[in-house]
């Protein structure tokens, strides 16, 4: 197949969300010539995915935010040649727009009027291409968010567009689903010659595979651009302070010094979970949590993670076997955490959802932290005095006054985070919790973690970050795959690998 890569050319490109003070991206000068492949560098909120929507054509109209300069793909304004980018957003769930799989991944060659023979030839390809092996029928209200992620990137490749825009396309998969997914897209920029831009916080992963790296620098510019041997050589002390991830190991990583176990809070015997009433998705789960430690929850996509945090956090009732709180944790509010109350939750167990927009409520980030600790009535002076502390240490203090939904996706992770934190729950489950963090932010983070699990705080981390894992947990829960069955018959253990890391 010939070469059908796309061009790109800002000068002095710039944009800033409307009601914002500071700019998103400003002075950007940049040309990409057809069949490059680029990784897109820079710290969180140095505006890598606000330029990925400009060129996808969907950044929104003079209401929305100014522009400055010029932007253009293929000679013209992105806007006129929609279906030329494909566009994977950070949030999978986002992208999911049909109830089945074929249908879902056909959606956007339909949109093109692509031919149904080939759309249907496509549809397959792209299944296999991204490793997600289900049949076209299967629901998509029943997948995972790391399948949801495949799936929307199944959607993208499917379209074969001439520049592939791919936003931290790996940050919810597992090692052998991230091996696919870089493979696949190899693969596809090989066979088509399409132009690549990818946006990932850690180098590693596609190193072997762009042929340049491009580091935004915050509040404007480029901070470096080369080949990504030179890059990365000549400027990874400075790409390393600036939170670059240069390499896949942190030097400095914040670590705990042991396990000060305090009460026992929760804990679970032949636990079955289910996102879908009658369908279990793990079971034969046992563990204890107690007080100032961390549990990490890790295993492949589809094993039922996000389910167990959401049963742990008492948001979904238990499928099969037990899960009790203590006395400790209960404070005379019951056994079961499903059957609490709202305000009961709150100072008891604190959930982080994988995706931060799930769970934000108010108009800007300092009215969104202040929802919990006022529906705990706590005197304005003390709320106060919890906001600025957050703000502060979480680097959001310049964007307090900004609508969460116009964060970025490194951003809004951290806001979900304080947002728990505001309320200071014993027990606090985290889908997910270090997504699209730079190396400095991921570090303020796990630090302060760490300080809570010492101040006797428990944590449940679902996560595919090894690094997470190696700095925070006590203890591993690993699910292991399998197939969906009736709750009531799960009987073969899914959770393996429990056990106490120091």
């Not at 490109?13 to 991206?25: F, L, P, Y």
């Not at 074929?102 to 030839?121: H, M, Q, S, T």
């Not at 690993?478 to 069955?485: F, M, N």
């Amino acid at each position: 197949m010939g070469t059908i890569g796309a061009a790109v050319r800002a000068r002095g490109w710039g944009w800033r969300h409307a009601g914002r003070s500071s700019w998103a991206v400003r002075g950007l000068d940049l040309d990409v010539q057809p069949g490059e492949r680029i990784l897109l560098l820079g710290a969180s909120g140095a505006g890598k995915s606000t330029l990925l929507h400009a060129l996808a054509g969907v950044l929104g109209g003079e209401d929305e935010g100014e522009t400055a300069g010029s932007l253009v793909l293929d000679g013209g304004p992105p806007e006129a040649a929609r279906g030329r980018a494909g566009l994977l957003l950070q949030d999978p769930d986002s992208q999911v727009i049909l109830s089945r799989v074929g249908d879902d991944v056909a959606f956007g060659c339909e949109n093109l009027r692509v031919p149904r023979d080939e759309i249907w030839r496509r549809v397959p390809r792209a299944l296999a291409d991204v490793g997600l092996d289900l049949p076209l029928g299967h629901p998509t209200a029943e997948l995972s968010g790391g399948q949801k992620q495949r799936l929307a990137l199944a959607g993208v490749l499917a379209m074969r567009p001439g520049l592939l825009l791919l936003d931290e396309p790996t940050a919810n998969l597992d090692p052998d689903g991230v091996r696919e997914v870089r493979d696949a897209v190899g693969r596809v920029t090989e066979t088509t010659g399409a132009t690549l831009i990818v946006v990932e916080h850690r180098v590693d992963v596609w190193r072997g595979l762009v042929d340049r790296v491009v580091v935004l620098e915050p509040g404007g510019g480029v901070l470096a651009d080369g080949r990504p041997d030179d890059v990365l050589g000549r400027e990874g002390a400075r790409l390393a302070e600036s939170g670059v991830w240069v390499t896949d190991e942190l030097p400095g990583m914040p670590r705990r010094p042991g396990i000060r176990t305090g009460d026992a809070l929760l804990g679970a015997d032949g636990l079955a979970v289910a996102r879908v009433p009658g369908r279990a998705v793990a079971s034969g789960i046992d563990f204890a949590l107690a007080a100032g430690t961390a549990l990490a929850v890790t295993g492949p996509n589809g094993a039922g993670k996000s389910t167990l945090g959401l049963t742990l956090a008492g948001l979904l009732k238990p499928a099969g076997g037990s899960l009790r709180a203590t006395a400790a944790l209960a404070r005379g509010a019951g056994v079961a955490p499903h059957a609490w109350r709202s305000r009961e939750l709150l100072t008891r167990i604190g959930t982080v959802f994988q995706d931060p927009e799930h769970q934000f409520l108010a108009p800007t980030v300092r009215r969104e932290l202040e929802v919990g600790p006022a529906a705990l009535r706590l005197p304005a002076s003390e709320i106060a005095e919890r906001v600025d502390a957050l703000l502060d240490r979480l680097r959001l203090a310049g964007l307090a006054d900004a609508n969460p939904f116009t964060l970025s996706g490194g951003e809004k992770r951290r806001l979900s985070v304080a947002t728990v934190l505001a309320t200071r729950p014993d027990v606090l489950v985290l889908d997910e919790p270090t997504f699209g963090q730079d190396s400095r932010t991921w570090r303020e983070l796990v630090g302060i973690l760490a300080e809570l699990l010492d101040d006797g705080s428990a944590v449940v981390a679902v996560t595919h970050d090894h690094l997470l894992v190696k700095a925070l947990a006590d203890h591993e829960l690993r699910l292991t795959a399998a197939p969906a069955v009736p709750a009531a018959t799960a009987a073969s253990p899914t959770a393996v690998s429990q056990g106490r890391r120091r």
